[in-house]
């Protein structure tokens, strides 16, 4: 069984400030870990993943995410919020097999103030 | 590249009423595709997925069902909506077998509003 958590339903962050938005999951073997943004009625976008490899990943829009397995986090961060960055922001986890079930996290919500 | 269209964006139905939510994929073979419920403050319900024509698999009981009658076309149907089936749902599709790292590409989502 896998699961996800995101620590804060709502995030705000002052313009130019750093960005944090936490996940944690469990997974009983090697995830793969997603984080997605939503904008309202909109579809989810996907951000930036981790498969194998290099556990620092950079995504889009200067988003980056580092897995540490000691801490099963994946955390996501951004140096410099800009306005354009409020949206939602799930976290999500699967695992490889021929059917991939992935399961998100309930979502942040990013405020971010001018 | 590819697409996923979903429509319609917007949908107001009185209780009792039958729904039909569809969701179309181009510029791909042979999806995985998957309906999605999205409630406030809970994350992201999976529905249903289909790896293949007429092959559907329900995750929940629920009033609603799910049909793939061509390789890319995805719908989602209920005779008789609830008050609960209201929500925001999200058509999705991913890469098959080997080829999937689980990266899922969403439409737009359609709005359902039960009266």
Redesign the interface.
Known sequence: AQSVTQLG?HVSVSEGALVLLRCNYSSSVPP?L?W?VQYP??????LL?Y?TGATLVKGINGFEAEFKKSETSFHLTKPSAHMSDAAEY?C?V???G?????T????TKLQVIP | SQTIH?WPATLVQPVGSPLSLECTVEGTSNP?LYWYRQAA????Q?LF?S?GIGQISSEVPQNLSASRPQDRQFILSSKKLLLSDSG?Y?C?W?LL?GA??????????S?LTVL
Do not use: I
């Open positions: 339903s793969y997603f997605y009625n909109q579809g989810l976008q996907l993943k498969t799930f999500a699967c695992h490889s021929g059917y991939q079930k992935v998100f996290g309930t979502g | 979903q995985n403050g809970r994350g992201l999976l997925y790896v925001f999200l999705a991913s077998g999937n790292t689980g990266e899922l590409f969403f439409g737009e989502g709005r």
